[in-house]
């Protein structure tokens, strides 16, 4: 079993920073198998951050140079750092399998951005 929670979501200005944590527990995940994903309304639950096989991250183009993925290997969480929010980042932020072999979902985390 694998459990996947999501925390650190909010509401901010645009430009502003968020950092999201993803906690991962269970011993059969790994955490470069991790990725980020979110649902912008009336949009499909897309995956926006992963780590490549080669261990460096890879980003949808619209969120690439603003948001940084990374591994907290003693908090085994998979963070994403967000910076230079816009408006259209506003969505339900989630983790899970990069792989397209999901875990359960998590509840996700909101991220609001007000222009």
């Known amino acids: 079993q694998v459990q996947l929670v999501e925390s650190g979501g909010g509401s901010v200005q645009a430009g502003g920073s968020l950092t999201l944590s993803c906690a991962v527990s269970?011993?059969?995940?790994?955490?470069?198998?991790i990725g980020w994903y979110r649902q912008i309304p009336g949009n499909s639950r897309n995956l926006i951050a992963r780590?490549?096989?080669?261990?460096?991250?890879i980003y949808e183009e619209s969120v690439r140079d603003r948001f940084a993925i990374a591994i907290d290997s003693e908090k085994n969480t998979v963070n994403l750092q967000m910076d230079k929010l816009r408006p259209e980042d506003t969505a339900v932020y989630y983790c899970n399998s990069d792989s397209g072999r999901l875990y359960s979902w998590g509840q996700g985390t909101q991220v609001t951005v007000s222009s």
């Open positions: 269970g011993s059969s995940s790994t955490l470069n198998g």
């Open positions: 780590f490549s096989i080669l261990g460096s991250p």
